[in-house]
């Protein structure tokens, strides 16, 4: 079992930064893909971006150029650095671990962009 807590969401202005935080209770092992998604008000759960075990990165159309994830040299911890932020962007967060056959999930965190 892995447990994965979110944080860093909150309230910002358009054209604003965060960086939200997924720590992994635990060392992360095998063949894996830890991503971040998004699920906005009456609309489905999407993929942001994600980063597998070989640190290959992929990212939602919506988001290149603005959004970068990473994640520490002890590959307990991800990150998504989130830039030039739009309203489009407001939704609740999830972190996600991804093994073949499994999925862990996080609680999420809150993004809101507005004036």
């Known amino acids: 079992q892995v447990q994965l807590v979110e944080s860093g969401g909150g309230l910002v202005q358009p054209g604003g930064s965060l960086r939200l935080s997924c720590a992994a209770s635990r060392y992360i092992l095998g063949i894996y893909t830890m991503g971040w998604y998004r699920q906005a008000p009456g609309k489905q759960r999407e993929l942001v971006a994600a980063?597998?075990?070989?640190?290959?990165?992929t990212y939602a159309d919506s988001v290149k150029g603005r959004f970068t994830i990473s994640r520490d040299n002890a590959k307990t911890t991800v990150y998504l650095q989130m830039n030039s932020l739009k309203p489009d962007d407001t939704a609740v967060y999830y972190c996600?671990?991804?093994?073949?056959?499994?999925?862990?999930w996080g609680q999420g965190t809150q993004v809101t962009v507005s004036s």
């Open positions: 996600n671990l991804h093994w073949p056959g499994d999925d862990y």
């Open positions: 980063i597998t075990n070989r640190d290959t990165t």
